[in-house]
């Protein structure tokens, strides 16, 4: 028995980014507790224990395969669409017409439902199918620990750069947000909510600095930019709309948008969500890192 429902044995799950983040860690824990999982993604190797299938949101003919015999569905986005809605609609129209009843959307805290980018899908989730739930967690704590640009700044020039001020965010363990994906994936009762996720405080990027020092043992310090600054330095890398869409989040972040905490996690999976420092540990320190997931 779950703080929210019962779990019970269900059909087969579909994991969209089943290699990514979230979705990996989504996949094992499904395995875990005695769930098939049918593991999509652009590439071939999927966790231990789950059936393989190619999928690309922008290419339709892989949408068949993937739906085959599913009857719920983990939904990453496509990473940096400033709008994602044009290839995920068609498939969630395919994915219902194919039996999949439950859909739980990967979404964030930053976007509201009918806002820019994932917002637009969050609106559509409720119309096509009676089952679901829209995660919006906070930033993750593996942003600064794993293949985000923070973290390769934080290990190649023990820097963090961000437009975010003294802001504070509810930063979440991807392990918190996996599992509450879980309950809300298999629980008898969908969520049929959006559901903001956090860590149980909220920290400065000079907080995330600090600790970092103090778990690594090399300095690591926060250099404050202007939103125009972050917005050109992104948008070298990425498209610009997504670029400017991102230093306004962090913007965002400067006037005080993320300074809170949710019970959440704690409501969903019945334990207490990991705190930075204990992840920060976990896969930073010298002692207990370990292989991150891709």
């Not at 719920?72 to 194919?98: C, K, S, T, W």
Request: overall charge neutral; aromatic content about 6%; glycine content about 8%.
């Amino acid at each position: 028995m779950t703080p929210t429902g019962t779990t019970r044995a269900t059909g087969t799950t579909l994991v969209i980014g089943a290699t990514g983040t979230t979705g990996s860690r989504t996949t094992a824990q499904l395995i875990a507790t005695g769930h098939r999982v049918k593991a999509a993604g652009r590439r071939a190797t999927p966790p231990p224990g789950a059936e393989p299938v190619r999928f690309d949101w922008y290419d339709p003919t892989t949408f068949g395969d993937a739906l085959d015999g599913v009857d719920r569905a983990y939904l990453v986005p496509p990473v940096g669409d400033p709008d994602p809605a044009a290839a995920m609609i068609p498939f969630l129209r395919q994915a219902r017409a194919a039996g999949v009843r439950r859909a739980v959307l990967l979404s964030s805290s930053a976007i509201s439902e009918g806002g820019p980018a994932v917002g637009a899908v969050h609106r559509a989730l409720p119309g096509l199918f009676d089952q679901w739930a829209v995660l919006r967690p906070s930033w993750f704590m593996q942003n600064f620990t794993g293949t985000h640009a923070h973290a390769d700044s934080i290990r190649t020039e023990g820097v963090i750069r961000t437009a975010a001020g003294t802001g504070r965010v509810g930063f979440v363990d991807a392990d918190d947000i996996a599992a509450v994906a879980v309950q809300a994936l298999t629980n008898d009762r969908a969520p049929n909510t959006d559901l903001v996720l956090t860590g149980p405080e909220a920290l400065s990027h000079d907080d995330i600095a600090t600790i970092v020092t103090r778990v690594t043992g090399r300095p690591v310090v926060h250099h404050h930019l202007t939103y125009e600054d972050m917005r050109d330095r992104l948008a070298t890398v990425i498209p610009a709309e997504f670029a400017a869409l991102l230093a306004g989040m962090d913007r965002a972040i400067a006037a005080g948008a993320e300074e809170r905490t949710t019970d959440t996690v704690q409501r969903l999976t019945g334990r207490p969500p990991n705190p930075f420092r204990a992840v920060a540990e976990r896969e930073l320190h010298p002692a207990h890192r370990a292989p991150q997931a891709q």
